[in-house]
């Protein structure tokens, strides 16, 4: 990855000779100048890491080879995109967030390395910084249980002492962790149940209220809004126990496999991306888009309306000043917007687009403004708030059917907010059909399925993984999996392969598991 955005004198001669010109020195994700620096520096990166990848194979042509990985899902800086994806034998990176960081970037390992197992890593110690202090053994044991349920491989690093010895309480503790993820291992497997699929656009990790500022200005922004909200996106369906996984445009021709695919606020898209979305709704598909998505292009351009306006149903006419706003639910949609109503909208803090819907469409929620703009501190109607006064005539969420499937598009990413889950999961489940499994848990346990057709049986795997550690045990966790005409054998609990009672009912499986403390495991035998 690039540690710095780089202005030396071979950058400079490159960029002069394919581009032309001098180096853009000012961001601006709307200038094509500075886009196609970015876009330079992503193949660049990938050229190099061509380079090594090739150089090494050439002296040991069996051997394996994988580059830093932990950056795909970073800012912009570090110029990763699926171009560097090809120069691996697998990905593997290290992390060192929460659950929900680790199931994200799992899902997207999973969908994004060229081979499989990927490898997840995290330190031995609470941080690399610290060389003595090691993270307890609780949290260990849940990271590597929770990449075994996404069917990675779980990797500790170690600093090893500047006079080259080890500290065996390191390896005694991995031991510990290690001695029982092993035990599973013969049971992996298959093709993880993915019923809604976020899309991930690498070339959309930066933030527009950049534009215009210097590379090195220090108050550029640390955010990332495609990210937070692609993210934010995982949360939800997470808390909701919905089947999901993460794509990118290395998936474009593999869509097919996804009930629903989730387009959240992708920032920039090219040509071959919009005709690969076109293509999955015309088959069957469903979308779920919000915000930009599909009005600015890869090369920098933005355009006069979404290259996707036909797949959504809308047409671009700006965007509102304000920035907080508001939907209300249309009449006859007030399910998808849990505990508001017209008077009490749901509050979005962001700007919204303003769009027309066009004919044949079905609004499902419409823009509310708040009484005046939170921008200008002389005129207020609250003292802390900015409570919703201006109903409008602008659509907030609109649904378009386009050839055998439909499209939801909403005016901003409302998936990017906690306060906007609720609406948002109510939003898919009205687009979805019956998703694979169904799980009475709670938000800490994360269900896990993989298909093993050659098997023939479905793999369960549960894991809890809480704020606070050591886990106080769940009991009476109830799942439903979807058994798609198939007849139950056997429901197993791993490894011991003891039967569980359980009843077939109306086209679904449906058992309790035993009390879960951190990881369980189960195998769905069939018929």
Known sequence: FW?????CAHCQRRFAEEVGGELPRVIHWEDPRWVAFQRKREEWLAEFAAYMTSAVKRIKPQITVEHQASTYPLNWRFGVTAKLVPQNDFLQGDFYGDALQGSFVRKLFYNL?????????????????????????????????????????????????????????????????????QIYEPYLGGELCQDVAIYLSLESKFDPADNGKAVDDPQLSSKTPHIEAAVSACKALLDAHIPYGVVTRRNLKELSRHQILILPNLLMMDEEEAEAFRAYVRAGGIVYASGVTSLVTTDGVRHGDFLLGDLFGVTYLGETAEAFTYIAPAVGAEKLFPEHSSKYPLGLPNKQMIVRARPGTEILGWMVLPYTDPADPTRYASIHSNPPGLPTENPGVVLNHFGAGKALYVTTDLERYDTCHNTFIALIRNLAK????????PKAVEVTVFKQEDKGRYLVSLINFQKELPNIPVEGIRLRLRMDGKDVKRVLILPAERELDYRQVQGYVEFTAPKLETFAMFAVEYI
């Open 113 to 181: 390395s060229p081979h499989l197992p990927y490898g997840f890593e995290t330190s031995s110690a609470v941080s690399l910084n610290n060389h003595t202090a090691l993270k307890p053994i609780e949290l260990l044991r849940a990271k590597a249980h929770a990449c075994l349920a996404d069917g990675g491989a779980f990797v500790f690093i170690d600093a090893i002492d500047p006079v080259g010895t080890l500290n065996p309480m390191v390896y005694e503790r991995m031991g510990k962790v290690f001695a029982e993820t």
């Open 434 to 441: 019956p998703f694979s499994f169904e799980a009475d848990a």
């Open 3 to 7: 540690p710095a955005v780089c202005y």
